[in-house]
C-alpha cells in the first residue's frame, strides 16, 4: 500500500516536500524494488518524474524538474520523499507515487514499469 501527501498550496518559488509511505511489503523490499513519483493534469498522460532505486540508491529526474526537484528515501526505505523547490505554475498537477520491480540497475520513470499505485496528492502553484 503507497499513502501520498504533503501536496497543497504555495506560490511561484516555493517550496513542498511530498512523503510517499509504503507499507504492507516484505521487510527486504529495498533489495527489489523502485519507487517512482509522477504527475498528471486534466486531460493529459501520467507524466513521470523522478524514481530512486532503493536497492543501489541511484535516481532519475524529468529534465524539467532536475536542479528543482530532489528525491529521498529514509533509511528503511517504508517512506520516500520529494522535495520540490522554486515551484512553478506549469508544476501544478496531482502527483502519484508507485513502486516497481528493480531491473538491477537504477530506476526509470516509466509509467508501465510501475505496478502499484498510491492515491494522489495535489499541488497547485499559483500567485
Known amino acids: 500500500q503507497l499513502q501520498a501527501s504533503g501536496g497543497g498550496g504555495v506560490q511561484p518559488g516555493g517550496s513542498l516536500r511530498l512523503s510517499c509511505a509504503v507499507s504492507?511489503?516484505?521487510?527486504?523490499?529495498?533489495?527489489?524494488?523502485?519507487v517512482a513519483w509522477f504527475r498528471q493534469t486534466p486531460g493529459k498522460e501520467r507524466d513521470g518524474v523522478s524514481c530512486?532505486?532503493?536497492?543501489?540508491?541511484?535516481?532519475y529526474y524529468k529534465d524539467s524538474v532536475n536542479g528543482r526537484f530532489s528525491i529521498s528515501k529514509d533509511s528503511t526505505g517504508n517512506t520516500v520523499y520529494l522535495q520540490m523547490d522554486n515551484l512553478k505554475p506549469e508544476d501544478t498537477a496531482v502527483y502519484y507515487c508507485a513502486t516497481g520491480q528493480y531491473s538491477g540497475y537504477g530506476c526509470t520513470i516509466r509509467s508501465y514499469e510501475y505496478r502499484y499505485w498510491g492515491q494522489g496528492t495535489l499541488v497547485t502553484v499559483s500567485s
Open positions: 530512486v532505486s532503493l536497492a543501489d540508491g541511484l535516481t
Open positions: 504492507g511489503y516484505p521487510s527486504n523490499y529495498q533489495n527489489y524494488y523502485n
